[in-house]
């Protein structure tokens, strides 16, 4: 349905920065919390230390026990160069909390990380305005897929619908859009529809709430076939959800930068819009850990970006403040990644593009 609410100048103001420079997008929040090895009473605090539940590893909910943490780990970020700060919430919706019997604390969690984001942000800024931070609201896929039946015996079967889908994200971005957020940015995109639940409910959370926000949209290739779990290569992934309109699209997660690298090549080459990327520090080892060093991994990056690739960069799983320092040096000075004008032509996928003039 069409959106008639007023855009925040949010959204002027992101694009002419993207205009003159490479954002720098931060990194890793699992990976980090992850290297605090936290146990079981460290996730419960004393406001959940009688939880029906084991809800360790349910890491957004530290914004709510371990603010202090969450804090420190974007305080981290900020410090190395990063002008993208991401809310601590990929698992935060409504169907993701389901697996800790969390559901009604959706909203809160969106709330409260958006909040911290938001004051470390404005900390910053307000030592270096010419150098403004942003907080984007993430919204992550959830654990369930709208395309893929979960069952091998019943491939018609799907355990969620589209309109749970677009209830839970429409929830959490009212949420992220009261904590403070610039920009909502849906993420690690395996499914489209779910990517166009997610932006459908954005839509809707815009026009409850009376104003929009600039949208990022990140899918992810998910293996060396170059394709969406769902099937799609990049190109059909970017025709799905050009119509959305974001201000950037992206891709993110799954592989390291080498393996990568085609894919953002070829996003680069169709994308009318800006582009953003943030990869994994390689592939995880046997014991899930990345080994990527900073320094190898920049190498990467800093080419994508002379090459004229990127609008927008960071780091996902395995990436640690030292990374996206070592992004943010090696790219100062290279200028962003020009948008092109593309011949006019009738865009369609199924799982493969199909371009039409």
């Given at each position: ?70 804090t ?11 002008d ?102 849906i ?12 932006s ?48 950037s699209i ?22 009318e ?6 990869p ?9 850990e990345?080994?990527?060093e ?64």
């Amino acid at each position: 349905m069409p959106n008639n609410a007023p855009t925040n100048n949010k959204q002027a103001e992101i694009s002419a920065a993207l205009k003159k420079r490479i954002l720098i997008l931060d990194g890793a929040m699992g990976t980090m919390i992850q290297d605090h090895k936290l146990e079981e009473e460290d996730y419960r605090g004393e406001r959940f230390k009688d939880w029906h539940v084991l809800i360790k590893g349910n890491n957004d909910l530290l914004s709510l026990t371990k603010p202090n943490l969450i804090t420190d780990i974007h305080r981290g970020f900020l410090s190395a160069g990063a002008d993208i700060i991401e809310t601590n919430t990929f698992n935060s919706t409504t169907i993701s909390m389901e697996d800790y019997d969390m559901a009604s604390l959706s909203r809160e969690i969106n709330l409260e990380s958006a909040k911290l984001a938001r004051a470390i942000c404005d900390e910053f800024t307000a030592k270096t305005p010419e150098k403004p931070r942003y907080v984007a609201g993430v919204l992550g896929p959830t654990s369930k897929t709208c395309s893929i039946s979960p069952d091998v015996n019943d491939p018609g079967y799907r355990n969620v619908t589209f309109d749970k889908l677009v209830t839970a994200y429409i929830e959490s971005t009212l949420a992220l859009m009261e904590g403070g957020a610039d920009l909502i940015l849906i993420e690690t995109i395996f499914d489209t529809l779910n990517a166009k639940a997610a932006s459908f409910g954005v839509e809707e959370a815009f026009e409850q709430a009376g104003r929009k926000l600039p949208v990022m949209i990140s899918g992810t290739i998910t293996d060396a076939s170059g394709r969406t779990l769902s099937g799609q290569t990049t190109e059909a992934f970017y025709n799905s959800i050009r119509h959305i309109k974001p201000i950037s699209i992206g891709l993110n997660c799954a592989l390291g930068p080498d393996l990568l690298r085609q894919y953002v090549e070829e996003l680069s080459r169709v994308c009318e819009t800006f582009t953003s990327v943030h990869p994994n520090a390689g592939l995880p080892n046997e014991f899930g850990e990345y080994d990527l060093e900073a320094g190898d991994m920049a190498t990467e990056i800093i080419d994508w970006g002379k090459s004229g690739f990127i609008n927008i960069v960071g780091g996902c799983c395995g990436t640690t403040p030292a990374h996206i320092r070592a992004f943010a040096k090696g790219l100062a000075g290279v200028k962003p990644r020009q948008l092109p004008e593309l011949e006019v032509r009738m865009r369609l996928s199924g799982l493969e593009a199909c371009n039409l003039n």
